[in-house]
């Protein structure tokens, strides 16, 4: 995958698959991550911390130090927001672009996430820093 654009589409695949199918069966909504190694597999990390916030640091933090020793070449971090009913996702490639996206998630029976709506928005560097 040699396009920022077809690392972050692959990584959301995983993603909307993960929450949609969490939606689907009724299961908990947990933060996740996503690291697309340069042989195009994929390394998924989940928490089930009690906190959101906690959460969301564990799966940064295992991100981090499995790119320690692993071959990275794009990443995808996401989490819920319940009080907005929608799913945040941050995307960040190696050659540092960037994206957040904010995707609704439906009202109807199964509620599934709409990609279709989803807000892009500019992101943030944290997982390919220069240091």
Do not use: W
Request: charged share 25%.
């Amino acid at each position: 995958m040699n396009t920022s654009q077809d690392q972050f589409t692959h990584l959301m695949a995983h993603l909307v698959a993960r929450v949609d199918r969490a939606l689907r069966e009724n299961l908990e909504i947990l933060p996740m991550g996503f690291i697309l190694l340069s042989s195009d597999e994929v390394r998924v990390f989940v928490s089930a911390a009690e906190e959101l916030k906690d959460g969301v640091q564990q799966v940064q933090d295992g991100m981090k130090d499995a790119l320690k020793t692993e071959d990275g070449v794009a990443t995808c971090i996401g989490y819920p927001d319940f009080g907005n009913r929608t799913f945040v996702a941050f995307l960040e490639n190696h050659e540092h672009y960037v994206a957040k996206l904010t995707l609704p998630v439906s009202s109807s029976h199964p509620p599934q996430l709409e990609v279709d709506k989803s807000v892009e928005e500019d992101g943030l560097i944290v997982f390919f820093t220069d240091d």
